[in-house]
């Protein structure tokens, strides 16, 4: 910074002023000059008037000229008076000045280097003429790669590269700075490091030290620069992909104004850019009937709404477009919004398909003349060939040697079997021909699943196969619709089911859910333990005369016409029809038909009677509404209600069963609610549904893990009808619902002692003993459920193991109400384990914090030692995630005990039994091993019996068991297979094969 020099003014003071050369006289003589002067002016012209003045009257006017004098005098005295103290001031100001600019000064320099060292752009001073650099901010240094001035200036010849980025044009622009002033530019350089980079330069005039220099301020912009350079050249890419796409595409504005078309639009339709500004040019040109049009621009602003609610594409429209040239084309259109600026722009993206209708009609007609073909000429086979399974039926009936009537019943066999084929071609044949026409009746869904399951069950234990109807207790008594085609679908899957499964089982599972009040849906799933289906031939599946490989064909005959009719009937009968499988596990189809609900009055008068049962399930008919936020305590309550004949609809929380009576009024007999949930308990939700709804009628339970007499009185007040504790009582639930609710069940029957059970395939085994739960009580809370008693076992220590820490955390922090809503939730999930003990101590802990109290860590760690002794009595029956899987060796010699086990056990945790005694009471006493590999012969029990004896018990029929034994015998084979077993490997083993064979069954049950 130079030094700036700031001459003060040039003050000229009264002293300095030039001395007149005619003597001051003062104010007086100035004023006798004048009164001379005036009286010399007026003698001459007023003689006359003052010599008629009176005495008076001069004297009076010498009196007012002498007032005059003297003021005049004063003022004048004041004037210089002032005049000497300006002086007086002006030089005091002239000294001030002069003692203040080196301080001024000192800190506009001070104030500009801060600037200069501290500013995080780059600074650098340049000489104007030659380029040198004079100096340079820390951030320049950085900037350019350098760690001093000194390197960045040694240097600077170094950072200038070819035109226009050399030093001769830094100086072209320094002069273009001095002629025109500040200049702003980008510009490249070599940075320390070699690399090119670049930045954003603003050049100024500098004066230092008497020199004009140049200031350059700079920022680095290489990285933007790059963005900058990729946004190029990706659009660049893009615009290259979309001109090179096959398929017409146009990008536009929201308001219609259109921006691109690419190479295929104007190939396709011959418009162009200038043809078709806006979107309204276009229809004009290519939709010119003006019905059509507006169908059009009904349909675009139906595709932008949808796109603006959904975010994505709009689905494709059909459209007939007039080309340039007169030809009409058909073709699909979707837009897909592209948010790339503030107003959205759409691409628009067309695909010619008049081609495709083309083939695809002349398609449809080939296949009506076909279908029309076979209907004809099913038609012509059918006359012959019930003529000849006549004649075959009285033949059998006339007196025939044993040959001749083998013989006729041969043929009998195979003309059923080419009139089933018929049957089915005329089936297809009227399918895709559009004759068959459907006749809704009324039926019993309940006889006809009862004739498919005598029919097929039949079949399916001829093969040695187990067959399973499982049907809810609320099926619908009787319905509307076509129930001879539904009997078809079910036979053709069901036939198949059996045809393809070799052993195993063969199951039907019924459902219903309710559309509305007139209508519901019926899903049935037909699942096997049979072949399966690959991947690659699951597209296919359900084409006619197709079957998944021809080695199927050559094994078990048919046409594959049974499922393509199945398929094509759910589809006329507006419903899905669906496949799952795996290949050498089995499969499982399930179909979905609506049917309309026929009232006991509507049904048949004289089958009414047959359908009424005087016992049964005591909550038959009844519709409850279950509202919790626990999945378990849902489950609990729903298996309870549909043992007892209820159906049951669960909600998770106060606002949604809110919901669900807002839009089924009258849709429930009673409402069970627990209280405590989250988005809204059952306190509010009470409260509303009384208030706001005006369902005061309406029975509504309340279930709650509540200890104190307030939860009760709170639940009174808010309106609930009735109170049930967790863990809820089956028995208690019954009486409470039969006691508030009429039920055909209630009339019918008194209420008995113990819940109706029902039917259930698998055998009821008491659970074992586990110290801290009562486990019978368990038992019947779950059904003898095993599994799903060690699922929630498993989930409740997850939850829950370390709760006395996490009550210890929240009153640390004054969270009592987190505390208390944490142990009220322990107890109403472990009130259906049995874990008596455990809920008690919880309760009184529960209610000791909502009473306020302090002296609370007694109890917390009796709690936290209850709730530590029932984890260490759980362990042994729920697997670690942190332990090996377990593999249960079962096999009377111990030289192929070791060896399994030197095999395996790299990998697997090896447990093992020397006999099947042996091996039952492990798994008594222990959690249920993964895998069991089980010898065949053995003393005492051997692995037949065995295998039959885990079949029969829940807790143990879901483990795989692979017999490993010596026998190769293929009757032995099938024996163990129909005993349960999942696998067969003969001995001698191959260690290799035996992982490989684990690995695939251990996969599988997952």
């Known amino acids: 910074m130079t030094d700036t020099n700031i001459q003060p003014a040039q003050i000229v003071s009264p002293t300095d002023s030039p001395v007149s050369s005619k003597p001051d006289h003062g104010v007086g003589g100035t004023l006798r ?151 702003q530019f980008e510009w490249c350089y070599r940075h320390a490091e070699g690399k090119l980079q670049w930045e954003w330069v603003h050049l100024s005039a500098l004066v230092m030290h008497g020199k004009t220099c140049i200031l350059a301020i700079s920022d680095d912009i290489t990285r933007e620069k790059q963005i900058t350079t990729n946004l190029q050249a990706s659009e660049s890419l893009t615009r290259a992909i979309i001109n090179a796409s096959p398929m017409p595409l146009a990008i536009a504005y929201e308001t219609g104004a259109v921006t691109y078309l690419n190479r295929a639009f104007t190939e396709c339709f011959g418009y162009t850019l200038e043809d078709i500004p806006t979107w309204s040019d276009w229809r004009v040109k290519a939709f010119p009937d003006p019905d059509y049009r507006q169908r059009v621009v009904n349909m675009r602003r139906e595709a932008l709404q949808s796109v603006t609610n959904n975010g994505d594409s709009s689905k494709p429209g059909e459209l007939m477009v007039c080309c340039k040239d007169g030809q009409r084309r058909t073709l699909t259109a979707f837009a897909t919004p592209l948010k790339t600026t503030p107003e959205i722009l759409y691409l628009n993206t067309f695909s010619d398909v008049t081609e495709l209708n083309q083939a695809r009609e002349e398609a449809r007609q080939a296949a009506q003349i076909k279908s029309q073909f076979l209907a004809n000429m099913s038609h012509e086979i059918r006359t012959p060939l019930s003529a000849m399974l006549g004649l075959a039926q009285l033949l059998e009936g006339e007196a025939l040697s044993a040959e001749q009537h083998h013989q006729v019943q ?236 209820a159906r049951v609809t669960l909600v998770t929380d106060g606002q949604q069963a809110l919901d669900w009576l807002h839009a089924h009024p009258q849709g429930v007999d009673a409402l069970l609610m627990d209280i405590r949930m989250p988005v809204m308990d059952g306190l509010a939700a009470t409260r509303a549904l009384r208030r706001d709804f005006g369902l005061t009628d309406l029975p509504v339970i309340a279930f709650s893990a509540g200890v104190l007499t307030e939860h009760r009185q709170q639940a009174e007040e808010a309106g609930f009808s009735d109170f049930l504790a967790k863990p809820v009582d089956l028995e208690d639930l019954v009486s409470i619902l039969r006691r508030w609710c009429a039920t055909p069940a209630a009339d019918a029957s008194p209420p008995s002692s113990a819940p109706t059970q029902l039917p259930s395939n698998a055998p009821k085994t008491d659970f074992p003993d586990i110290p801290g739960l009562d486990t019978r009580r368990a038992a019947r809370y779950f059904d003898n459920d095993w599994s799903r008693f060690l699922k929630s076992l498993a989930s409740l220590t997850n939850d829950f193991h370390d709760a006395a820490q996490h009550t210890r955390d929240d009153l640390a922090r004054g969270a009592v109400n987190a505390a208390a809503q944490r142990l009220h939730s322990l107890r109403g999930r472990a009130g259906y384990l049995g874990t008596q003990d455990l809920i008690q101590t919880a309760a009184t802990l529960e209610q000791r914090l909502l009473e306020g109290r302090t002296d609370l860590e007694d109890l917390i760690d009796a709690f936290e030692e209850q709730l530590a002794a029932l984890l260490t009595a759980l362990k042994p029956w729920l697997p670690s995630k942190d332990e090996k899987v377990r593999i249960l060796i079962v096999d009377d010699d111990p030289a192929s005990v070791k060896m399994m086990g030197e095999a395996l056990m790299p990998e697997y945790q090896c447990e093992f039994a020397l006999s099947g005694a042996q091996a039952l009471q492990r798994l008594k006493t222990a959690a249920a091993p993964a895998l069991i590999l089980l010898d065949l012969m053995m003393p005492e029990m051997d692995g037949y019996e065995l295998c039959r004896s885990l079949q029969k018990d829940p807790r143990w029929q879901d483990i795989p068991i692979i017999f490993v034994t010596a026998s190769q015998d293929i009757k032995n084979e099938t024996q163990a297979l129909q005993a349960g077993a999942t696998d067969f490997i003969p001995k001698p083993i191959d260690p290799s094969v035996l992982r490989l064979r684990i690995d695939v069954h251990l996969l599988l049950r997952e």
């Open 410 to 645: 041969q043929m009998r066999t195979a003309g059923r079997s080419l009139n089933a084929l018929v049957n089915d071609i005329l089936d297809l044949s009227k399918l895709e021909a559009g004759q068959l026409r459907l006749t809704a009746r009324t039926f019993s869904p309940v006889v006809l699943l009862a004739q498919v399951a005598s029919l097929m069950g039949q079949q399916a234990r001829a093969k040695g196969l187990a067959f399973q109807l499982d049907t809810p207790s609320g099926l619908a008594a009787w319905l509307r619709g076509d129930a001879l085609r539904l009997e078809q679908i079910l036979v053709n899957l069901v036939s198949n089911a059996v045809k393809f499964t070799e052993r195993g089982e063969v199951c039907v599972k019924v459902s219903q859910e309710d559309i509305d009040t007139r209508t519901v849906r019926l899903r049935l799933d037909v699942q096997d333990t049979g072949i399966g289906i690959s991947p690659e031939h699951l597209a296919t599946l359900g084409t006619a005369f197709t079957q998944a490989d021809e080695s199927i064909t050559r094994r078990f005959g048919g046409t594959g016409l049974g499922l393509a009719i199945s398929k094509q009937l759910v589809e006329q009968m507006d419903g899905t029809l669906d496949v799952d499988s795996t290949l050498g596990v089995g499969s499982h189809f399930w179909f979905e038909l609506p049917f309309e609900r026929v009232s006991p009055e509507e049904a048949p008068a004289e089958k009414i009677k047959d359908t009424q049962q005087p016992s049964g399930p005591r909550l038959t008919g009844l519709h409850c509404l279950v509202a919790d936020d626990c999945p378990m305590n849902r489950e609990m309550v729903e298996r309870a209600l549909r043992r007892e004949g």
């Open 33 to 183: 000059q004048r009164a001379e002067q005036i009286a010399g002016d007026t003698s001459a012209q007023s003689s006359n008037a003052i010599a008629e003045m009176s005495p008076k009257d001069i004297q009076r006017t010498l009196h007012e000229a002498r007032v005059k004098q003297i003021e005049l005098e004063l003022q004048d005295k004041e004037l210089q008076r002032a005049k000497a103290q300006i002086s007086t001031m002006q030089a005091r100001c002239l000294v001030c000045q002069k003692r203040a600019l080196p301080s001024a000064l000192s800190h506009s320099e001070k104030l500009f280097r801060a600037i200069f060292m501290t500013a995080p752009s780059s600074f650098l001073i340049h000489n104007k003429d030659s380029g040198e650099m004079l100096a340079a901010n820390p951030t320049a240094c950085v900037q350019y790669g350098y760690d001093s001035f000194e390197a960045l200036k040694a240097n600077h010849d170094r950072m200038w590269t070819k035109p226009p980025y050399s030093r001769e044009d830094l100086l072209k622009w320094a002069a273009k700075t001095i002629q025109e002033g500040p200049q």
